[in-house]
């Protein structure tokens, strides 16, 4: 028996065998290894404004209040089963969720002109959508699609995983810690026609900087023109103001101009539900027809990969849509949210500038939207925050200002204010 172990360890070994020796080691995720780092630290008033993850002012999860009375009703409810769900997802969620995103009196839906389809979260959103576009677009040359500089880092995997070479428009403008809304209207205008353009819907990440409805109206003009696409990301709903319908206005309104559009969107953050995984792609056509054929389409994409997506999370978003008591009670959940990361906005904004009197311009702090902030600072302050105040936020100096509650928020901006100091 040994001798026999010993032939088969010996041909596992052999030259015959692959040892992945030309597999490169890949780096960690920049944002799961700065969470594996604070979680080691020991110092007790570390701070992780790393994760883009709501907490309450504990620095505690929250698990949404009608999201347990959701699952306690979910729970009680006998005729529910695990069979498979269909392979574009519950329908009843699918069909609830497109209202949420482009309004219940959206003419596209009342023609029948949205392919929707249940996704892996907005990651899964985002995924499906680049390689419907990947197979099905119509490309001008090669396969390219313009991101925002900068963007969420996975937007460039993504893309790059379906064959679709990622390449960056003018966005964010450090010296005004704003939007380069000069630099943006520029790429899509001298972008050859019918480009791809990846857009985030509401509270841009990471910058936290948004455009106007004005400037939005140009940026749908100059779409129009050249025939581009637009590849919406909506990932915050709701989180960005704390109303769901002004959260969703740039995407209603590129509906109603006309724009060609397909959306991404997720419940992670403005639910909660961080681990179901619960998100939906919507491509909207320009006939009844072409959206069957498109929906087809993703069905045999989504076919090949998931076969069928998960049913837990998507019952408890469609128990709460679908359900006027319950969907009222989200809305003042969302309120709840995105109030507290307002008022920790207007803290730290009050901190730096009336009691620290910390040097430079930190209106920003309270004129971007969302959960995250572009604090403006340099790599090496971002570097000395984390090793010298056990404050972790990434290398560009974006925090997640659902980090900061009221018990921290006074060191946080102390920290700040010597890395600023000794600059």
């Known amino acids: 028996m040994a001798s026999r172990i010993q032939q088969v360890a010996a041909h596992m070994t052999g030259v015959s065998a692959e040892q992945w020796q030309g597999v490169p080691l890949a780096p960690p995720d920049s944002i799961f290894q700065l969470t594996a780092a604070y979680k080691e630290d020991t110092f007790d008033k570390k701070i992780n404004l790393g994760v883009g993850a709501y907490r309450d002012d504990n620095n505690k999860p929250w698990v949404l209040p009608v999201v347990k009375e959701a699952t306690r009703i979910l729970l009680n409810d006998e005729t529910l089963d695990h069979e498979y769900l269909p392979i574009t997802g519950l329908p009843e969620f699918t069909t609830a969720a497109a209202k949420l995103i482009l309004g219940v009196t959206s003419p596209a839906l009342a023609e029948g002109r949205v392919a929707s389809v249940q996704t892996i979260s907005g990651t899964g959103a985002n995924h499906l959508g680049a390689l419907f576009l990947s197979r099905f677009y119509q490309w001008s040359g090669d396969k390219k699609v313009w991101l925002s500089n900068p963007t969420w880092a996975n937007h460039h995997a993504i893309l790059k995983n379906v064959g679709i070479e990622p390449v960056e428009y003018p966005y964010y403008d450090p010296k005004t810690i704003g939007l380069d809304f000069e630099g943006f209207v520029g790429a899509l205008k001298n972008a050859p026609e019918r480009s791809v353009f990846l857009l985030h819907a509401c509270a841009h990440n990471p910058t936290g900087v948004d455009p ?212």
């Not at 969107?265 to 069957?292: C, D, M, W």
């Not at 925090?399 to 600059?423: H, P, Q, W």
């Open 212 to 423: 106007t409805p004005e400037q939005w109206g140009t940026i749908a003009e100059v779409m129009l023109a050249k025939k581009h696409y637009a590849f919406l990301d909506c990932a915050y709903q709701g989180f960005a103001s704390g109303d769901l319908d002004k959260d969703a206005w740039a995407v209603r309104f590129f509906v109603e101009k006309g724009v060609a559009l397909l959306i991404c969107q997720s419940f992670a953050k403005n639910a909660g539900l961080y681990g179901e995984r619960v998100g939906a792609l919507h491509i909207v056509s320009p006939t009844k027809e072409a959206s069957a054929r498109v929906k087809s389409q993703l069905s045999v994409l989504q076919r090949s990969e998931i076969s069928n997506p998960p049913s837990h999370g998507a019952r408890i978003v469609s128990l709460i849509l679908n359900n006027p008591t319950l969907f009222e009670a989200w809305k003042q959940d969302i309120q709840t949210m995105a109030g507290r990361i307002i008022d920790m906005r207007k803290e730290l904004f009050r901190l730096l500038t009336e009691e620290f009197h910390t040097p430079g311009n930190w209106d920003h702090i309270v004129n971007q939207i969302g959960m995250f902030s572009f604090t403006g600072i340099k790599p090496s302050q971002s570097k000395a925050l984390i090793e010298e105040a056990h404050v972790y936020l990434t290398g560009n100096g974006r925090i997640s200002m659902a980090g900061l509650n009221t018990k921290n928020v006074r060191y946080f901006a102390e920290s700040l204010d010597k890395v600023v100091r000794s600059a």
